[in-house]
């Protein structure tokens, strides 16, 4: 089955440790995004990719990485720089559509928490 | 300032109990609307694009409607398993292609 997978669901980072979230999709979608949810608040948007090798900042980029060496890959880095991570972390894509937005499709996520 | 306004927050209603929620949108140039549902743990499962006004969606006892500021979610003979959070995102024209801006969610539970 096609979809977007996740790993690993749960991710416990200690004090000034970097943390890697994989997330890998067989859709053959050219559009990637990470975003972060925490309760109560709608999902923000940390990084996007629309074509390998190439991506941009969202609204709350600072603290986190991401490479998109791959069409099917988007890892995102949570590095010591983020003070606060905690938090539920959700990758999705979508096909490239010039005419009107597709919908994104998401994973399962990984709910990430400090030691 | 929220770009899209869910309401209510949280709703309580009894199985059978008909209902709407609300997706409301502050800005102009909308590129297309989308409701999506969200399980505890689990990621957003979609449910329905809408691109303009007067447009139309159903599935099951789910129906959504669209017109030029917002967007209802029409839930007909709730059962126990429609229990969920659902989430509204809109796509802005001048924004950048593919972008969603999401609201912060109506957590529905359905009561036997």
């Known amino acids: 089955d096609g979809g977007i997978t996740q790993s690993p669901k749960y991710l416990f980072r200690k004090e000034g440790q970097n943390v890697t979230l994989s997330c890998e999709q067989n859709?053959?979608?050219?559009?990637m995004y990470w975003y972060r949810q925490d309760p109560g608040q709608g999902l923000r948007l940390i990084y996007y990719?629309?074509?390998?090798?190439?991506?941009q900042k969202g609204d709350i980029a600072e603290g986190y990485s991401v490479s998109r060496e791959k069409k099917e890959s988007f890892p995102l880095t949570v590095t010591s720089a983020q003070k606060n991570p905690t938090a539920f972390y959700l990758c999705?894509?979508?096909?490239?559509?010039?005419?009107?937005?597709?919908?994104?499709?998401f994973g399962d996520g990984t709910r990430l928490s400090i030691l | 300032e929220d770009q899209v306004t869910q309401s209510p927050e949280a709703l309580r209603l009894q199985e059978g109990e008909s209902s709407s929620l609300n997706c409301s949108y502050t800005v102009s140039g909308l590129r297309g609307l989308f409701w999506y549902r969200q399980d505890p743990g689990k990621g957003p499962e979609f449910l329905f694009t809408?691109?303009?006004a007067g447009e139309e969606k159903e599935k099951e006892r789910l129906k959504a409607t669209l017109t030029k500021k917002e967007s209802f979610l029409h839930i007909t003979a709730p059962k126990p398993e429609d229990s969920a959070t659902y989430l509204c995102a809109v796509a802005l024209s001048g924004s950048t292609l593919g972008r969603l801006y999401f609201g912060r969610g109506t957590q529905l539970t359905v009561w036997p």
């Open positions: 859709l053959n979608h050219d559009a």
């Open positions: 990719s629309q074509i390998v090798n190439d991506f």
């Open positions: 809408l691109y303009s």
């Open positions: 999705a894509s979508s096909s490239s559509n010039r005419v009107g937005n597709q919908p994104q499709h």
